[in-house]
C-alpha cells in the first residue's frame, strides 16, 4: 500500500527538459568585443569591479536544475502512501483475532477494518466480520459493509485467546478474507487462505507472580523477541486512602532476543499483601496483567514473647508455632509495645495468663477492631484464675480451675483422641490423624454459649478449640499448650491446617485437582479485553473442575475467584506459557496494521523549490559580490511570504507592566485564554471606570517562563487536561504566594458540580493546588471582607452564581455581641478557588460590549452587574488588604481621640 | 586618397592649404644671441644684420672702416651706420608616428594625419617666415626654405612598422630653438621627460600637442570587451567595459595634469587637440602659442 503516486503523472515528462536546461544554462556568456584601443595603457591594472565568472558553477548549476526539478515534480502532485481504491470482488470477510492480544492496537484494529469495510462498501460488496474469540456462527452472517461499520464498536477484544477449531470448515462462499492477526504463534492459523493484516507492537504479556524467599517474581513474556528491551511493569493495589494506586514498580529487561525476562519486587509484607495486580505499564491488554490472588498475601503474626531461660527451645510454648507459621506468614516477635503498633492481623498468646488492665484493654480494643487473638492454654493459664469467676474478654469461654490429665502417670484413662470436626467447623472436612492425642488440657466451664463456641472437641466432647467474637475480631482458644508438653497436636500436620482454616497462615500454592474438586468458586471481579478489572456482578459460579483446567475461555473469564475461604486468580497467561510470533503458511500476504497517511508532497516540494530558488538567488548575488542587507532583506520578504503567516499575530503587552495589571494563567486551551484575557479586560475597563485602580491591558503569564511578582493577582482558570507546572514554576508560584501574591482559582464548573465534588476541573485543580503552599481554606464566611471591600456583596457570582467560594480560613476569633463583624486582622487570602467562571461574565469585546451571554434579560445584566462588582471587590481587596476589616476599629479609635 | 593618412603629395597640398590662411609664423626668439646664423628677425637693437636701424656719432675706439662715410660727408662730424640685429629661429618638430597615432575612429582622420598636418602646417609658416626647421628625430640640421618643407614631407611620410607608443628621442636640438612634439602621449611617460628635460636644458622651450581621438576621451564602450594595442602586442580583457569608464577617464586626466605639470617646470606649453576639431583651430593656438607673445 506504500509508495508514491502522482495525480498528474504526465507532468513529469517536464523532467525531460531538464538536460535543455541543463544546455540552456550552462551557455557561456556573450562573446567578447575585439576592439583595437590605443588607450589601453591606461587600462591596464584596472580590474572589473563586478567579477562574473565566464561559466555558471556546477553546483549553482545542479542548485537551478534541482529547483526546477522540484517544482515539476511538485506540480505532478506527488501523494505519498496512496489509499487504493476499493480491490477485490465479491464479499469480504474480515477475520479478527479479537484476543486479548489485540487489545494493544485495538483502535487501529478497528479503524483499520472500517477502512475495509468503507472501501468495500462503496464497491457495493457485502461483507462479514467474524471476532474469532466469539463463538464461531453456523453461517456467516453476510450484510451490507455500511451496516457492519455500525456494528463495529460493538466487537470487543476478549481476554481470551480465539479458536480457531471448525474455522477451516467454515463456508466463507469465496469472499476475499482479510485476517486481522493478533501475531501469536497459534495451531490452526492456516485454516483460511487469507490476507493477513499484523500489528507491529510487540505483544507483552505477564504470567501469574509466585512468592519466595521474601521476593516476588513473574515472568514477563514477549512476542516477538526482538533486540534488548527494559519494560516497566507496575504493582498495583489499594493505598492508604482505599484508591488503587502503584506500589512498585520494577523493570522486566528482556536481553537480545529472548522472549522471557523475570520482574522481581521486593517489597515490605504491608505492600506486597496490598498488591491487587500486576501490570506491564503503558499497555493496555489483559494479558499484561497478572491479578495477585492469596498465593501472594502473608499474614502478620505477632507472637508475645515472654523472657524465659536459656537452652529451653523446644519447651518453648512458640517453637511449634514458628515452625508452622514461618513458611507461611511474617511472624513478628516482641512484647505488646512492640507489636501491637505492627498492627498484625493474628496476635497469639501461648500460655500467657494475665495481661494487665491497660494491656488488656489495648488488646481488646484491637480484637475489636478485627484482629484475631489466638490463645494457647498451658500450666499458668491452668493455673492462674482468668476467666473463672466472669468470662474474661479475651477468652471464649469461661475456665474451670486446674486442668484435667488424662492418661497420664498419675491419672487413669487413655489420652484422648480428637473427634471429627462438625460441619459447621472451620475445620471440617479435615482428617483427624490417628495418633493425634491430648494428656492434659484446661477445661471450658459448661454455660449456654459453650456449644457454638466450640469448634473442635476430644472424642469425649470436650472442647479442644474455642472461639468468639469480640466486635470485629474473634478470640480463638485452644485448650491445649503450643508446644508438645500437653499434646502432640502441635507435632501433626492436622496444627497446620487448622491454622489455615483459621486464615493464619495461607495456603503456599494453588489447590490442586483434587482439592478443587465439587468446588464452586464465585468471581468477584473480572478483566476485560483491555486488562480492566470489572465486578463481575451476578456471574455465575465456577465449578472448581473448570478452574483447576484454568485456561480463561468465555466461560472462564480471567480475574479473581472467590472459593472457600481462599481466592484464586484466573489470569490470560499460565505460568508456563510462552508467546511465539504467528507463522503464517507460505505466500500469505502480510501487511503492517498502520496504514500510512495519504500525503500530499506538492506543497512541501513547491516550498522546496522555492527555497532553492532563493538560494540561488543568494548564490547568484554572492558569486557577483553583490550579496548586501537589501539582497538579503528581500529574500527575507520571499521567504515570509512563502510561509503561513502566524497564526494570530497578537500586539503582546510588554512583560512587565509599567502600572497594575490583571493577569492569567494561560492553560494552553486557545478558548479558555481568550475568555480570560477578554474577561480581565472587561474587569480592567470597569476598574477603571468605578475606582481609582486603572490597570495596565492585562496579560498572559506563562508560569514556566514569565516573572509572576509584577501582578497582585493570578487569574487561574483550570482546564481538565492542563498540563502541570513544573517543578521550577511551583517554586516560582510558592514564592509568589509568600510575597503576598493572590491567585484565583476558577474550575469554571458550578454548573456541574459544586467545589469538593469530583468534576474533572476539580480533580485536575486538586493535583495543581497539592504542591502550591496553601494554607488551610474555609468557605467565605459572611463577614469576609471580600464582601464590602469596595461594593457590599453576599453573591459572588460570575457565568454560573454558585456560592462556593474558598478562603484562606480565617483565625477562630469568637463573634462579639453587637459587633457586625469578627475582629479579623489578617493578611489578603493567598488562593481564592470558586467554580463560578468569572472571567466569562467579566469578558467584554473590543468595542465593551459583553463577549458572551449571561442569563436572560435583565436578571442576566444584573448578574453580569454583580460578578464586576465581585471583581472589583476581589482587586480592591487584593491592592488594599484589610483596610475595610480596620473600619471595624474606627469607632474606638475616634472615641479615644476625642476624649 | 586615403582621408587618414597622407601621401607626400596630399601632406604638403594639406600642410599648405592649412597654412595659407596664417601670417607668416614670426618665432620670437628669447635668446637671439644663442644663435650664431642670422635670421629676418629684427631685435628692435644694434647688432649685426643688414637692416639699416640707426646713424650714430662716431665715439672713440670706433674702427675707422665702420664709419659710414658717405653720411659723414654730409656733415662735420662722423657717423656710423649701424644695422639692426637680426636672428633666424630654429623651429624643431617631434611627430610621434607610432603606431597608437595611427587609431581612428568612425570617419575621423587618424591622429597621425592630424599630427602631420599639423606639424607640416608649422613647418611651412616657419619656412615662409624665413625660419629653419627640421624633424627632431632626423639627423639633417634645420634648414629653411621650400626644399626643406619637401623633405620634411617625405621624412614624415616614410613610416614603417612602429612600436605601439613612440618616444620623442631629438638627435638634433639646437640651442634656443623652439620645439613642438606632436603625439597622443599615451605611452610610458620617462622618455619624454627625459627628452622635455633636456631640451630644457639647451633653452628649448616649445608645445607638446595631444591629439586623441574623441573616443579616447569618452570611452564610449560597454560590454565584455578585449582592448588589444594598435600593434596587438598589448591585450586587456574586461567584461563590463562601462564600468572602467570612470577609472579611464580618471587616468586620462592624471596623465593630462602629468603633462602640464611637466610643461609648467620645464616652460613648455600643452595643448589637447582632438581630431573631430578642425586642423585650423590647432594651428591657431599653436601659432598663438609659438607666436609673438607679450
Not at chain 1, 309 to 316: S, Y
Amino acid at each position: 500500500m506504500s509508495g508514491l503516486a502522482f495525480t498528474t503523472p504526465l507532468l513529469l515528462l517536464g523532467l525531460i527538459l531538464l538536460p535543455i536546461l541543463w544546455w540552456l544554462l550552462r551557455a557561456v556568456p556573450p562573446a567578447p568585443i575585439r576592439r583595437r584601443f590605443p588607450g589601453i595603457v591606461l587600462l591596464l591594472g584596472l580590474r572589473d569591479d563586478e567579477s562574473q565568472t565566464a561559466t555558471t558553477p556546477w553546483w549553482l548549476l545542479a542548485l537551478r536544475m534541482l529547483a526546477v526539478a522540484a517544482a515539476i515534480v511538485g506540480f505532478a502532485g506527488p501523494i505519498l502512501n496512496p489509499r487504493q481504491a476499493g480491490e477485490g470482488q465479491g464479499p469480504l470477510l474480515v477475520v479478527m483475532d479479537a484476543s486479548w492480544a489485540s487489545a494493544r492496537d485495538w483502535p487501529q484494529r478497528i479503524e483499520r477494518v472500517e477502512g475495509l469495510l468503507r472501501d468495500a462498501a462503496r464497491a457495493g460488496r457485502t461483507a462479514a466480520v467474524l471476532p474469532l474469540t466469539d463463538p464461531l456462527p453456523d453461517a456467516i452472517e453476510w450484510q451490507g459493509a455500511e451496516a457492519w461499520v455500525e456494528r463495529l464498536p460493538s466487537i470487543r477484544p476478549r481476554p481470551w485467546a480465539p479458536d480457531y477449531a471448525g474455522l477451516a470448515d467454515l463456508d466463507v462462499g469465496g469472499a476475499t478474507i482479510v485476517w486481522l492477526s493478533d501475531g501469536l504463534d497459534r495451531p490452526g492459523r492456516d485454516a483460511l487462505d487469507a490476507t493477513v493484516i499484523e500489528g507491529l507492537r510487540p505483544v507483552l504479556g505477564l504470567t501469574p507472580a509466585t512468592y519466595e524467599d521474601g521476593i516476588v517474581s513473574l515472568p514477563a513474556l514477549r512476542s516477538p523477541a526482538a533486540g534488548p528491551v527494559a519494560v516497566p511493569v507496575r504493582a498495583l493495589g489499594p493505598g492508604p486512602n482505599g484508591g488503587i494506586v502503584e506500589l512498585a514498580r520494577a523493570e522486566a529487561a528482556f536481553p537480545d532476543g529472548a522472549g522471557e525476562a523475570t520482574v522481581e519486587f521486593d517489597l515490605p509484607s504491608e505492600l506486597r499483601n496490598r498488591i491487587a495486580r500486576f501490570e506491564v505499564d503503558g499497555t493496555r491488554s489483559a494479558g499484561a496483567v497478572a491479578l495477585a490472588d492469596d498465593s501472594l498475601a502473608r499474614r502478620e503474626v505477632a507472637l508475645l514473647t515472654v523472657a524465659r531461660g536459656e537452652g529451653e527451645d523446644l519447651l518453648d510454648p512458640l517453637f511449634y508455632l514458628r515452625r508452622a507459621l514461618a513458611p507461611s506468614a511474617d511472624v513478628i516477635e516482641g512484647d505488646l509495645d512492640t507489636i501491637l503498633p505492627a498492627n498484625p492481623d493474628v496476635l497469639v498468646l501461648a500460655d500467657v495468663a494475665r495481661l494487665s488492665p491497660a494491656e488488656a484493654d489495648r488488646v481488646e480494643d484491637w480484637v475489636a477492631e478485627g484482629g484475631l487473638l489466638l490463645r494457647f492454654a498451658g500450666p499458668r493459664l491452668a493455673g492462674s484464675d482468668a476467666g473463672r469467676a466472669a468470662e474474661d474478654p479475651l477468652l471464649p469461654v469461661r475456665l474451670r480451675d486446674g486442668g484435667r490429665s488424662v492418661g497420664g502417670a498419675l491419672s487413669w484413662g487413655e489420652p484422648k483422641t480428637l473427634r471429627p470436626f462438625d460441619e459447621d467447623s472451620p475445620f471440617a472436612g479435615l482428617p483427624v490423624p490417628e495418633d493425634v492425642t491430648v494428656t492434659s488440657h484446661v477445661v471450658a466451664q459448661p454455660d449456654p454459649t459453650l456449644a457454638t463456641r466450640a469448634i473442635a472437641a476430644l472424642a469425649d466432647g470436650t472442647p479442644l478449640v474455642t472461639r468468639k467474637a469480640l466486635g470485629q475480631g474473634q478470640v480463638v482458644l485452644f485448650h491445649v499448650t503450643a508446644n508438645a508438653e500437653w499434646s502432640n497436636l502441635p507435632l501433626s500436620g492436622l496444627f497446620v491446617r487448622m491454622l489455615e482454616r483459621l486464615a493464619i497462615a495461607t495456603r503456599p500454592a494453588r489447590p490442586d485437582a483434587d482439592a478443587l474438586d465439587g468446588t464452586v468458586w464465585t468471581p468477584r471481579v473480572v478483566l476485560d479485553g483491555f486488562g480492566v478489572e470489572r465486578d463481575a456482578g451476578d456471574r455465575a459460579g465456577v465449578a472448581g473442575e473448570v478452574l483447576a483446567d484454568a485456561t480463561p475461555g468465555p466461560d472462564l473469564p480471567p480475574g479473581l475467584y472467590d472459593g472457600p475461604a481462599q481466592s484464586l486468580a484466573v489470569n490470560v497467561l499460565a505460568a508456563d506459557d510462552a508467546l511465539a510470533p504467528a507463522a503464517y503458511p507460505p505466500g500469505t500476504d502480510v501487511q503492517p496494521m498502520a496504514l500510512q497517511e495519504e500525503t500530499d508532497l506538492t506543497p512541501y516540494l513547491l516550498t522546496l523549490a522555492l527555497l532553492l530558488v532563493s538560494a540561488d538567488v543568494l548564490a547568484t548575488l554572492w558569486l557577483g559580490g553583490r550579496l548586501r542587507g537589501g539582497a538579503v532583506a528581500v529574500l527575507a520578504l520571499a521567504l515570509s511570504v512563502a510561509q503561513p503567516p502566524a497564526a494570530h499575530a497578537q500586539e503582546e503587552p510588554p512583560a512587565i507592566p509599567s502600572e497594575v495589571a490583571l493577569a492569567y494563567v494561560v492553560t494552553g486551551d486557545a478558548r479558555t485564554d481568550e475568555v480570560s484575557l477578554a474577561g480581565l479586560r472587561g474587569l480592567s475597563e470597569i476598574l477603571t471606570a468605578r475606582t481609582s485602580v486603572e490597570p495596565d491591558p492585562p496579560r498572559g503569564v506563562d508560569l514556566e517562563a514569565d516573572e509572576l511578582a509584577f501582578f497582585p493577582m493570578l487569574y487561574w482558570p483550570v482546564v481538565e487536561d492542563q498540563p502541570l507546572p513544573s517543578a521550577d514554576a511551583y517554586a516560582k508560584l510558592n514564592a509568589y504566594l509568600r510575597g503576598g501574591g493572590m491567585i484565583v482559582f476558577d474550575t469554571r464548573d458550578a454548573d456541574i458540580g459544586g467545589f469538593g465534588s469530583s468534576s474533572p476541573a476539580s480533580r485536575r485543580l486538586r493535583d495543581i493546588a497539592a504542591p502550591l503552599d496553601i494554607p488551610p481554606l474555609e468557605p467565605l464566611p459572611a463577614d469576609h471582607v471580600l464582601t464590602r471591600s469596595f461594593y457590599l456583596l453576599q453573591d459572588f457570582p460570575g457565568r454560573y452564581a454558585s456560592r462556593d467560594l474558598w478562603v484562606e480560613a480565617s483565625p477562630d476569633v469568637d463573634v462579639v455581641e453587637g459587633m457586625p463583624f469578627r475582629n479579623l486582622n489578617d493578611g489578603v487570602t493567598p488562593v481564592l478557588i470558586g467554580a463560578n467562571d468569572w472571567a466569562a461574565a467579566w469578558a467584554l469585546d473590543e468595542g465593551g460590549q459583553p463577549l458572551l451571554p449571561l442569563g436572560g434579560g435583565f436578571a442576566g445584566e444584573r448578574q453580569r452587574e454583580i460578578a464586576f462588582r465581585f471583581g472589583v471587590n476581589l482587586v480592591m481587596h487584593v491592592l488594599s488588604g484589610n483596610y475595610k476589616s480596620d473600619q471595624v476599629h474606627v469607632p474606638a479609635l475616634l472615641d479615644r481621640l476625642g476624649n | 586618397m586615403n582621408e587618414a593618412l597622407h601621401t607626400p603629395a596630399s601632406l604638403r597640398a594639406r600642410a599648405e592649404g592649412a597654412a595659407a590662411s596664417l601670417p607668416p609664423l614670426l618665432l620670437q626668439a628669447e635668446r637671439l644671441a644663442a644663435t650664431v646664423l642670422m635670421g629676418e628677425h629684427g631685435r628692435k637693437r644694434a647688432g649685426p644684420g643688414d637692416a639699416f636701424w640707426q646713424y650714430r656719432a662716431a665715439l672713440p675706439g670706433d674702427a675707422r672702416r665702420s664709419i659710414d662715410w658717405r653720411q659723414s660727408a654730409r656733415s662735420d662730424g662722423q657717423f656710423v651706420r649701424e644695422t639692426e640685429w637680426q636672428a633666424a629661429q630654429t623651429l624643431m618638430l617631434w611627430v610621434d608616428d607610432a603606431a597608437s597615432m595611427r587609431f581612428a575612429a568612425a570617419d575621423r582622420p587618424s591622429k597621425l594625419r592630424r599630427a602631420q598636418t599639423l606639424a607640416l602646417a608649422l613647418a611651412v609658416l616657419a619656412v615662409r617666415a624665413g625660419e629653419r626647421t627640421a624633424l627632431a628625430n632626423l639627423a639633417e640640421p634645420p634648414r629653411s626654405g621650400r626644399a626643406q618643407l619637401i623633405r620634411m614631407a617625405d621624412a614624415l611620410m616614410d613610416g614603417g612598422d612602429a612600436p605601439d607608443y613612440g618616444a620623442p628621442r631629438p638627435r638634433v636640438m639646437p640651442m634656443g630653438a623652439r620645439a613642438v612634439f606632436l603625439s597622443d602621449f599615451l605611452g610610458d611617460p620617462a622618455p619624454l621627460t627625459d627628452a622635455m628635460g633636456a631640451a630644457a636644458d639647451r633653452g628649448v622651450g616649445g608645445v607638446l600637442v595631444q591629439i586623441l581621438d574623441p573616443e579616447e576621451e569618452a570611452f564610449p564602450y560597454d560590454g565584455r570587451t578585449i582592448f588589444e594595442s594598435m600593434s596587438g602586442a598589448i591585450r586587456f580583457e574586461t567584461l563590463k567595459a562601462a564600468t572602467l569608464r570612470n577609472d579611464y577617464l580618471t587616468r586620462l586626466r592624471d596623465r593630462r595634469a602629468l603633462l602640464r605639470d611637466l610643461c609648467a617646470r620645464t616652460g613648455w606649453r600643452f595643448v589637447a587637440h582632438h581630431t573631430d576639431a578642425s586642423a585650423a583651430s590647432a594651428l591657431l593656438t599653436l601659432h598663438a602659442a609659438l607666436g609673438p607673445v607679450r
